[in-house]
C-alpha cells in the first residue's frame, strides 16, 4: 500500500503530468497506431484516479484533442501525395527564409500544408508572408539511399512539408499577410542584431560565429571543425538557443528593472513578453518556444503567489507544445529539450545528495560566526554544487537521446558546460550592453564587441582542449574494426565505393555535389580509414570529389589510368593531390595492388591510348578478399566486353559491378556469361544470368559486402540482407 500511496502523493503534487502523457501517447497513436500506445494512454487515464478530481477527464479531453488534431496535419500532408509527379499550379504564403540555396517553405491554403519549393531563378526580393503564385511539378522528398545520410524526407516530414515542388513560373504578388507581421519584425530585429554584435570584428571569423550562435542561435557556416569541437566536448547546446539562453535573458531584464525600482506587477509581464520576443527574434525554435511557456507558467505563479512546482511547469510545455504541432513529439532538438528538464525533476534530489559533500559545513561550527571568507565561500561552493548536480542531471537526460540520435556520449560536458554557462551568461550581458552604447555611440559599442571577442575565444579554447581529452567523448564508428565494401547509390551516373580493406581505399568518389551530399556524410559518421584512391577514369562524376577527400583523409596514394587525358576537371583533380603530397602513379594490366597480406586489387584492363571516349579507357578492377572475386567494370562497354571476349581474358567474378556507359545502354549477355556472377549490381535495371540475381542500387540503395560468420553477406540500405555467398 505504501507504494500506492506514494505514487498518490507524487500525482497530487504535480496533476498535470497525467494529461502530459496522455497527450504523448495520443499523438504517438495517432501517428502510428499500435497496442502500446493505447494502453499507455488507457494506464494514464485510470492513473489520473489517485490524482486530483477530474484529472482523468482532463487527460481524455486534452489527449483526444492533441491526436485529432496530429491526425488532421497527417491527412493534410498525405492529400497531396496522390499529387506526386503531376503538375501543381495555386497560391501560396511565404513562411520561410531562404537559407539553402534557392529553396524555400512555402504554405498552401487549401489542404493546410507547407510545400518546399526549387526555384528556377531568385532575382526578386523575398518577404516573409509575401504571397506567390507557383506552378510547377510535385515531386517526392528524397529518400536516402546511402548509409548515416541526413533524411530529408523525414526532416521534412516532421517540418509538416508534404511534398517538393519543382517551380517552373512563380509571380510575386504584392500582397503581404498581416499574420506574419510579428514574425517579420523579429527576423528584422535579428538581421539588425546580428550586423551590430560584431562591429569591429571579422564578419567571417571564428569570434563573430560564435557569437552569433549564442546569442541569436544562428548556425556557424563552414566551420567544420568549430562545430566538431563544440560537439565532442558536450557545448554544442549553447550554439541553439534553448532554455538556458531565454532564462539567462528574462533573468537579466528583471535584474535591470528591479535596478529601476518598478515592482513584480511591473517586471514580471515584461519579461514574459521580452521571452518570447527572444524566442521569435532567435528562430522560434521548440526550445526557446518551451522555455517561454515555462517561464511564463513559473513567473505568473510567482505573481500570483502560488506555490511553483516545476513538473508541473514541465507538463504544461509538453502539453501546449504537442497539441499546437504533434510532429515535435519526433524532433530531437524537442525529446532533449524535455528529457533534461524530466532528468532535473527526476534525479536533482539524489545527484544534490551525490554532491552534497561540496557544500559540507560542520555541523559544530555555527553560522553566526562565520567570518565573511567562510561566509562567501559556502556560498561559492553551494553555486558551483547546484551548477554540478544540473550539469549532471541534464548529461543524464541527454546520453540516451544524443547516443540514438547521433550516436555520441560526451561525459565531459558535465565539467565544461560550468565555464561556458558563466561565458555564455557573460557574452548576452556584454552583448545588451553593447546594443545599448552603441545606439549611443558606436565606437563605445565596438569596444564592447572586442571584449565579446575574447570570450568567444576563450570559450572556443576551452572546447577544443576538452574535444582532446583521451574519454572525454566517445562516438559509435561503425566502420572503424571489421572490413567491408560499400557500393554508393549516387545520381547522374556517378560512381563511388569503399573498400574497408586493409588501411582502406576508394574507387572513384562521385561528383562534387554526390560525394559531399552522400560520401563524406557517410565516411565521417561510420569512421571509415582511408589512406589510397584509386579513380577508373577521366570523369567528373567519378572524380569530382577528389578535394572534399582530401579535406577528411590523409591519402599516401592514387593510381590513375593515364595522365593524358583531356578532361580538365581530371587534370585538377589529380594537381590537388600532387600539391597534397599523395603520390600519384599510372598502372597496367596485370598489375597487383596489395591492399593487405590477404586482399588486393587485380588490374583486369587498362587503355594504352588516349582516344575515344573516357568510358572506353575505364580501368576495370577485380577486387580478391575472402576468398571472394568482385569485379568492378566501371562504365566499361562494348568495346571492353569485345577485347574481353576476342582475347578470352579472365574475368570470372562472384559479384560483377556495372556502371554506366555513355553510348552503350545494355551490357552484353554473352560477357556477363563468361563472368558468371552470382549477384550483378548496377546503377540501373540490368539484365543477369541465369542463377544470378542482379540489384539495382536506385531501386534497393547502397549495397555493402560485409562478412558474417565465415561467410560474405550482402546488404541493401533499404531492405536489408540480400544474401550470402559462402567463403
Request: glycine residues 10%; aromatic residues 8%.
Amino acid at each position: 500500500m505504501s507504494g500506492f500511496r506514494l505514487l498518490e502523493n507524487q500525482l497530487a503534487r504535480c496533476p498535470l503530468a497525467a494529461p502530459a502523457i496522455a497527450v504523448i501517447a495520443a499523438v504517438l497513436y495517432a501517428d502510428q497506431p499500435s497496442w502500446w500506445s493505447a494502453l499507455l494512454f488507457l494506464v494514464v487515464v485510470l492513473l489520473g484516479l489517485w490524482s486530483r478530481k477530474g484529472i482523468s477527464l482532463v487527460c481524455v479531453i486534452f489527449g483526444c484533442i492533441a491526436g485529432f488534431h496530429h491526425s488532421a496535419q497527417l491527412r493534410e500532408q498525405e492529400a497531396l501525395v496522390e499529387g506526386y509527379g503531376s503538375w501543381w499550379s495555386g497560391d501560396v504564403w511565404l513562411v520561410s527564409e531562404v537559407e539553402r540555396g534557392k529553396a524555400l517553405v512555402v504554405s498552401v491554403s487549401d489542404p493546410k500544408v507547407k510545400l518546399r519549393v526549387w526555384l528556377q531563378e531568385r532575382d526578386a526580393d523575398w518577404k516573409l508572408g509575401q504571397r506567390l503564385k507557383l506552378s510547377g511539378r510535385m515531386i517526392e522528398p528524397v529518400t536516402p539511399l546511402n548509409p548515416q545520410v541526413f533524411d530529408e524526407r523525414q526532416w521534412l516530414h516532421r517540418m509538416g512539408v508534404a511534398g517538393v515542388l519543382v517551380s517552373r513560373k512563380c509571380e510575386v504578388v504584392d500582397e503581404i499577410s498581416s499574420r506574419f507581421l510579428v514574425q517579420r519584425a523579429a527576423h528584422s530585429v535579428r538581421d539588425g542584431l546580428s550586423q551590430r554584435l560584431t562591429v569591429g570584428l571579422d564578419p567571417d571569423g571564428d569570434e563573430s560565429k560564435i557569437i552569433r550562435a549564442m546569442t541569436l542561435g544562428i548556425r556557424p557556416e563552414n566551420s567544420t571543425d568549430l562545430l566538431a569541437d563544440f560537439r565532442h566536448s558536450g557545448a554544442i547546446h549553447v550554439f541553439a538557443v534553448s532554455g538556458l539562453h531565454v532564462m539567462m535573458v528574462g533573468s537579466m531584464v528583471a535584474v535591470l528593472l528591479k535596478v529601476f525600482g518598478c515592482g513584480r506587477r511591473v517586471w514580471v509581464p515584461c519579461v514574459i513578453g521580452v521571452m518570447f520576443f527572444y524566442a521569435m527574434v532567435t528562430g522560434m525554435r521548440p526550445p526557446a518556444m518551451r522555455a517561454s511557456v515555462m517561464g511564463a507558467v513559473l513567473l505568473s505563479a510567482w505573481l500570483v503567489q502560488r506555490k511553483i512546482v516545476l513538473a508541473n511547469s514541465v507538463a504544461v510545455g509538453v502539453i501546449v507544445a504537442l497539441m499546437s504541432d504533434g510532429h515535435m513529439l519526433f524532433q530531437p532538438g524537442f525529446q532533449l529539450s524535455f528529457g533534461v528538464l524530466v532528468a532535473i525533476v527526476l534525479l536533482g534530489g539524489l545527484v544534490t545528495r551525490c554532491f552534497h559533500w561540496f557544500s559540507y559545513v560542520d555541523p559544530f561550527l555555527p553560522r553566526s560566526l562565520y567570518t565573511r571568507w567562510q561566509e562567501w565561500n559556502l556560498r561559492v561552493r553551494r553555486k558551483v554544487q547546484g551548477a554540478l548536480v544540473v550539469a549532471s542531471c541534464a548529461w543524464c537526460g541527454s546520453s540516451p537521446l544524443t547516443w540514438m540520435h547521433f550516436r555520441l556520449l560526451a561525459p565531459i560536458s558535465i565539467f565544461v558546460s560550468l565555464p561556458l554557462v558563466l561565458l555564455l551568461y557573460c557574452t548576452l550581458i556584454s552583448s545588451g550592453v553593447s546594443l545599448v552604447l552603441g545606439f549611443a555611440w558606436l565606437p563605445l559599442g565596438v569596444g564592447v564587441n572586442q571584449w565579446n571577442g575574447h570570450l568567444a575565444r576563450s570559450s572556443k579554447s576551452i572546447v577544443s582542449r576538452a574535444a582532446l581529452i583521451p574519454g572525454g567523448h566517445v562516438v559509435a564508428r561503425a566502420w572503424k574494426n571489421g572490413e567491408r565494401v560499400v557500393i554508393y547509390a549516387l545520381p547522374d551516373g556517378g560512381a563511388s565505393v569503399y573498400l574497408g580493406v586493409g588501411g582502406g581505399a576508394m574507387l572513384d568518389v562521385g561528383s562534387a555535389r554526390s560525394f559531399g551530399r552522400e560520401v563524406f556524410p557517410s565516411l565521417s559518421q561510420n569512421g571509415a580509414r582511408v589512406d589510397s584512391l584509386i579513380l577508373s577514369h577521366a570523369d567528373s562524376q567519378h572524380c569530382g570529389g577528389v578535394e572534399q577527400l582530401l579535406e577528411m583523409a590523409k591519402l599516401k596514394q592514387c593510381v590513375i589510368p593515364e595522365r593524358s587525358a583531356m578532361s580538365s576537371g581530371f587534370k585538377e583533380s589529380v594537381r590537388c593531390l600532387e600539391a597534397a603530397g599523395v603520390r600519384v602513379s599510372e598502372t597496367q594490366i596485370g598489375a597487383r595492388l596489395p591492399l593487405d597480406d590477404d586482399s588486393w586489387i587485380e588490374v583486369v584492363y587498362a587503355a594504352n591510348l588516349s582516344v575515344g571516349l573516357a568510358d572506353d579507357r575505364c580501368l576495370v578492377l577485380r577486387l580478391h578478399w575472402l576468398g571472394l572475386r568482385v569485379l568492378f567494370i566501371s562504365d566499361s562497354g562494348y568495346k571492353f566486353e569485345q577485347w574481353v571476349l576476342e582475347n578470352n581474358v579472365d574475368v570470372g567474378a562472384d559479384v560483377l559491378v556495372i556502371g554506366n556507359h555513355e553510348g552503350d545502354e545494355q551490357v552484353g549477355k554473352d560477357f556477363i556469361e563468361k563472368v558468371g556472377a552470382k549477384w550483378v549490381v548496377s546503377g540501373n535495371d540490368r539484365e543477369a544470368n541465369e542463377g544470378a540475381n542482379a540489384y539495382t542500387l536506385r531501386r534497393l540503395g547502397a549495397l555493402t559486402l560485409e562478412r558474417k560468420n565465415g561467410e560474405v553477406s550482402l546488404f541493401s540500405e533499404l531492405q536489408g540482407e540480400l544474401g550470402r555467398i559462402g567463403k
